[in-house]
C-alpha cells in the first residue's frame, strides 16, 4: 500500500517537474555537465590531465550527495501540513522521495561512465559495472543524514540555516579533493564513510578490484542507516507537529 502510494507521488512530481519543463529531463544532467566542461577545460593544460578528470567524476558524485542530503534535509519542511493532516503517509513520501533521489542519481552515472570512456586510458572492466549499485547506496546514505537534519534543524532556526555547510563538509571530509596524511581532518575522513565509498571507487577504477569485504559492509551499513532514519522520522513526527503548533 505505502509502496503503490509513493511510486504515484513520484509519478506525479515527476510530471510537475519534468513534464512542465521545456528542458525536461536535461535538468537532471545540466549541473553536472557544467562541472564536467570547467574540468574538461583545466584538463587541456596538459600536465593536470587526470587529476582534472579524477576531480570532475569526484564532482559529479558530490553534487549526487549534495542532491539527496537537500531532499532528505527539507522533507519535514515540505511535507509537514500533509502529514498533519494524514500521519500514515508519511511513509509513502518517504518512499517517493528515495525514488526521486535515486532515479535523479541514476542520470549521473553515465556521465561518470563518459567521462572514464572518452577521457582516460583506464581500460573498461566488468567492476565498472559497481557503480550502478554504489551510488544509489550512497545517495541513502546521503538522505539518512539529510532527514535527521531535517528534524534538529525545524526545531532549532539556527541549525536550519547552517544546512548549506553540511555539504560544503561532506566534500572536505572525503578525498575528493584533498587527502591529508595526519592530523584532525585525516581522523574524520578514514571515520567518514563517504571516504570509504571513494576509495572504493579509486580501487576499482584504477587497480580493476573490489574489496569484497569493505563493499558488504558499506552496502549493510548504508541500508542500516537508511532504515534507522526511516524509522526515527517516523518516531519524531508527533513532536515535530507539537512544535508546529505551538
Known sequence: MHLYTGWNLFKNHWQATVGSSRLGLLWKILPSLF???IFLFIRRGGDAGDAAIGLAI???IYQTITDSFRSG???YQKNLSLFIQNPNIIH???IQ???DSVVNCLFKIPIIYGLLIFFTNIPFAIHWLFLIPAVPLMVLLSLALGFVFSFTSYLNRDIAQSSYLIPLLILVFTPII???KSG???IIQQINPYSHWLNLFKGMLLNSTINVK???LLTLGSLFIFILSWKFVCYTLPYVAEESRS
Open 58 to 60: 569526484g564532482m559529479v
Open 97 to 99: 522521495v528515495t525514488i
Open 73 to 75: 534535509s527539507a522533507f
Open 184 to 186: 584532525f581532518v585525516s
Open 35 to 37: 562541472w564536467c566542461v
Open 178 to 180: 584533498f587527502v591529508p
Open 92 to 94: 509513502a513520501t518517504i
Open 214 to 216: 569493505i563493499s558488504l
